[in-house]
């Protein structure tokens, strides 16, 4: 029922498709952690991934786990060969930066490994 001089409610719908996004993109690193949809092939980094740490047995080794389990996360993240891959490509095709100074280049884009080997 509408009362007099009261413009009618706003429908809700909106809202809440809205907010379901928001949480459903807060929740794609977590699904790909679980289901690997990312297709992104991973980038060669010259070092070693983090592994998954061991729970720790004794009280005095939870903060070494904790660590270790940081740097396990920060290394296997959702989607983080896809940021990776974006970020290269927004400092070169964005601001024409190098991810490496190992690459030289020349005309017309053309890139040269300054690595000889």
Request: glycine share 8%.
């Amino acid at each position: 029922m509408q009362l007099a001089g009261h413009p009618p409610p706003k429908p809700r719908w909106p809202d809440y498709v809205l907010i379901g996004l928001f949480f459903g993109v807060l929740s794609l690193p977590l699904l790909d952690g679980a289901f690997h949809f990312d297709p992104t092939k991973p980038q060669s980094e010259n070092r070693l991934l983090a592994n998954c740490p061991p729970p720790p047995v004794r009280l005095q080794d939870v903060k070494k786990y904790l660590a270790d389990w940081e740097a396990f996360f920060n290394d296997h993240f959702g989607f983080r060969n896809c940021l990776i891959l974006w970020h290269n490509k927004l400092k070169w095709y964005g601001f024409k930066e190098k991810s490496t100074p190992q690459v030289l280049v020349g005309s017309d884009g053309w890139l040269f490994s300054l690595v000889t080997g």
